[in-house]
T-cell receptor, first 115, second 115 residues
């Protein structure tokens, strides 16, 4: 069990550029979540997948955001035309979807800074 | 909609003493789970303790215990014999059982253990 890994750890980009983050969940976990966390706040839900299907998206997820999990394993989160308000920590988490009380296992996050 | 409220942005406790972090939530769900997560500085979020709403008995995990009051929708965390390694942000989280087991987090309490 290598845990949830996220890449990159830090990303600095200029406003208007596109960025893509990757998340590798724990191998036997079929649920994968993306959260956004800003300073002084708790994680805010963005979207989640069960296997390769994206089952729910938050209203926070504007049209500039897209997430994929093509083979039900790793996932990518892309932000197009970044804005300064996108600066945040982006957290990925996974869980065993078959267990009702399955907690989330978090990665270290990707810190995005938009200049 | 579910909301989770942590009314103590910051707290401190002397090493070896006991501290209680408060959390209240609002939901119309009858069955759900509650969690406390710990996020040390610059480190990933990890699970501290979980509580099933249908269980009256309060959960305990070594030095960590909860006081779950379902009618009052209150879920406080007690840390006994505080250690320096307990210094972290603590997030209370609510998980509904329907529609994807989505988690809702509070804004966190920053706990500092003073030597």
């Amino acid at each position: 069990d290598t845990g949830v890994s996220q890449d990159p750890r830090h990303k600095i980009t200029k406003r208007g550029q596109n960025v893509t983050f990757r998340c590798d969940p724990i191998s036997e976990h079929n649920r994968l979540y993306w959260y956004r966390q800003t300073l002084g706040q708790g994680p805010e839900f963005l979207t989640y997948f069960q296997n390769e299907a994206q089952l729910e998206k938050s209203r926070l997820l504007s049209d500039r955001f897209s997430a994929e999990r093509p083979k039900g394993s790793f996932s990518t989160l892309e932000i197009q035309r970044t804005e300064q308000g996108d600066s945040a920590m982006y957290l990925c988490a996974s869980s065993v979807g078959t267990a009702y009380n399955s907690p989330l296992h978090f990665g270290n996050g990707t810190r995005l800074t938009v200049t | 909609a579910q909301t989770v409220t942590q009314s103590q942005p910051e707290m401190s406790v002397q090493e070896a003493e006991t501290v209680t972090l408060s959390c209240t939530y609002d939901t119309s769900e009858s069955n759900y789970y509650l969690f406390w997560y710990k996020q040390p500085p610059s480190r990933q979020m990890i699970l501290v303790i979980r509580q099933e709403a249908y269980k009256q008995q309060n959960a305990t995990e070594n030095r960590f215990s909860v006081n779950f009051q379902k009618a009052a929708k209150s879920f406080s965390l007690k840390i006994s014999d505080s250690q320096l390694g307990d210094t972290a942000m603590y997030f209370c989280a609510f998980m509904k059982l329907r529609a994807g087991n989505q988690f809702y987090f509070g804004t966190g309490t920053s706990l500092t253990v003073i030597p």
